[in-house]
């Protein structure tokens, strides 16, 4: 086993799109702008959920040839946050699809993206 | 400014959280216990050779079908957020819809004829990936979006393609009724809502085996495609509106 182990640079890398998408979502005016944070902060979270999935040296969980039925339970990674992870990604698009319209909307009815002239709606 | 230091405040404290979260992280060397069952008694009695199929069509099958619900719930909610409005009082929708289409740039030469190549072969790839979920990598979904990403290239090269409304909502309602009925053929011939051994598993790692799965994952992978085509095109037609 190398000195650093994958999973953790996936975790790390994971963390570190959580925090930047998080910042644009806080900082950038602009609506495209947020969505994307938004969708950055999304793939961090599957990122980290894929990496503690992982186990050491295992491979994806497919019974075929390289890997039999009777050794599956030593060889693979664990199937279930692949299972989640796939359900989140499909429920992340469906948000951005209907963010994005949102934005759409609203630059139709204000002719500008940024989240200041909002102020309708503002506490 | 004192939201620019509460946000950095946040960061930096979320930023030490993770800190400590991944200091203290060691790698998994077994499954879970959750994960081991899976992997043990998944392939034996369900028939599906990719382990996180049988996870997502049938042990945790409702998950799935919520997960649908949320995707038609969002093309729902896209579709009536850029419903086209008719902004010209008196003149037919379709009509209105041509004269403005007419200014669209027409795609180039190069763009035009790669779709013709291209489109049988991305939906043909489409088919492939959901028809083959339970053997390899893929499924319902990943199928599903590739589909779509032919019906984005279609748009692309032939802006004035029109894809009809009524067979999206037509084969979208059908293929999402289907995939309930199939889930409750399983409460009255198996063990349960979604049960995929309402027929016979077939041998282990071909084509037609799995049970309900690769039916399941058709219905999945034509609802999606279709659901996602109808998002783009709602994008699509509210970009010629403005």
Redesign the interface.
Known sequence: MSSL?I??IV??SG?GL??IG??GM??QRNLIRMIIGFSLLDTGIHMVMVS?????GGT?????AAVP?AE???R?????P??LV??A???G???T??M???A??IY?AKKTLNIDECTESKW | MIKRIFIALVLVMLAAMFLDLAASYRENTSLSPLGRYYADTGPAELGAANLVTSVVVTYRGLDTLGEVTVLFISAAGVGLMLRRERKKGGGNGGENGDARMRIHRPASEIVETATELLLPMVILFGIYVFLNGHLSPGGGFQGGAIIASGTMFLLLALPESHISRLLISIMESLSGFSYVVVGVLGVILAGGFLDNRIMGLGTFGSLFSAGAIPIIYVFVGIKVGFELSAVLDRFREDSDAT
Do not use: H, K, M
């Not at chain 1, 503690?52 to 050491?56: A, E, F, L, N, R």
């Open positions: 182990p999973s953790l975790l790390c963390l959580i925090l998080l910042w806080l900082t503690i999935g992982y186990v050491t994806a969980p497919i019974i075929d039925a599956a339970a030593s693979v990674v664990d199937p279930l692949s299972a796939l359900t990604i499909v429920i698009l469906g948000v699809a209907v994005l319209s949102f759409v909307r139709q």
